[in-house]
């Protein structure tokens, strides 16, 4: 059984850092990607960023140039850099996983078949 748990969300004033990470478990084969979701009540989840199995990344343009994508395989663990944070990242984020969904559905979150259940990062400013 896949299972993911995000960890490192917290409050930050506007132009900070935060770090979440993303420990995954359960994985059987070797085409698998993991992704960045966030979500604001009323709205749909957003993918920000996704890495393959094979390393390969994706940002969404309102994330790329501040957010980071990466992997250490020896801790299963997916990582999200995010520095130069506005007050409009507040959001729950989340992270998924699936095979590799293409260059366009890796940010459609129905495609995704697990999920972790959050952690929350508020923005001040």
């Known amino acids: 059984e896949v299972q993911l748990v995000e960890s490192g969300g917290g409050l930050v004033q506007a132009g900070g850092s935060l770090r979440l990470s993303c420990a995954a478990s359960g994985f059987t084969g070797d085409d698998y990607a993991i992704a960045w979701f966030r979500q604001t009540p009323g709205k749909e989840r957003e993918g920000i960023s996704c890495?393959?199995?094979?390393?390969?990344?994706h940002y969404a343009d309102s994330v790329e140039g501040r957010f980071t994508i990466s992997s250490d395989k020896a801790k299963n663990t997916v990582y999200l850099q995010m520095d130069s944070l506005k007050p409009e990242d507040t959001a729950v984020y989340y992270c998924?996983?699936?095979?590799?969904?293409?260059?366009?559905?890796?940010?459609?979150?129905?495609?995704?078949?697990?999920w972790g259940r959050g952690t929350q990062v508020t923005v001040s400013s």
């Open positions: 890495i393959t199995e094979n390393g390969k990344i």
């Open positions: 998924a996983a699936d095979g590799w969904l293409g260059d366009f559905g890796w940010r459609v979150a129905s495609l995704y078949a697990y």
